[in-house]
């Protein structure tokens, strides 16, 4: 029986062509196209985050806020230089494996294992994640 893997707007087979395969990933009103390659791509933490394990074991990011509008809103309406990001526990989970050596493939598995439970949606949840950790410039390429 093969396992039917949904990534943004294309239907694959299983993991394995899903590795080998272009894909697209749907996001609100844009597509994008990921290259063939996604799979084998190796993400880490951008050095000059500052980001810290809680009590709990869970995982915040501080975000700090630069820029001319961002100064003029910490000044006169008393928003924060900082912003502290609490990631859940996917997130933590994903975070703890960048750790410079895993590939997104390495990823998506170590997350499967971790949340069995919501495995057949795994692949999209994980490589929206790594989208979304890249365009707010938490994680770069290695």
Known sequence: M?????????????????????ATITMTKKTRKLPENYMDLVFIPKPELVWKTRDDGMVVLDMVHRGFFHGIASKFFHKPKV??????????????A????????????????SFPEEEDRMLDRTVT??????????????
């Not at 943004?8 to 590795?19: N, V």
């Not at 960048?98 to 294992?113: C, F, P, R, S």
């Not at 994640?129 to 290695?142: G, M, R």
């Open 129 to 142: 994640f790594l989208h979304t950790l890249q365009v707010n410039h938490f994680i770069i390429q290695k």
């Open 2 to 22: 093969k396992q039917i893997v949904k990534l943004g707007l294309l239907r694959i087979p299983d993991i394995q062509t899903a590795y080998n395969t272009e």
């Open 98 to 113: 960048l750790d410079g050596t895993n590939t997104v493939y390495a990823i998506v598995e170590h997350m499967k294992q």
């Open 83 to 96: 912003s502290h990001i609490a990631l859940d526990a996917h997130g933590t989970a994903l975070w703890s």
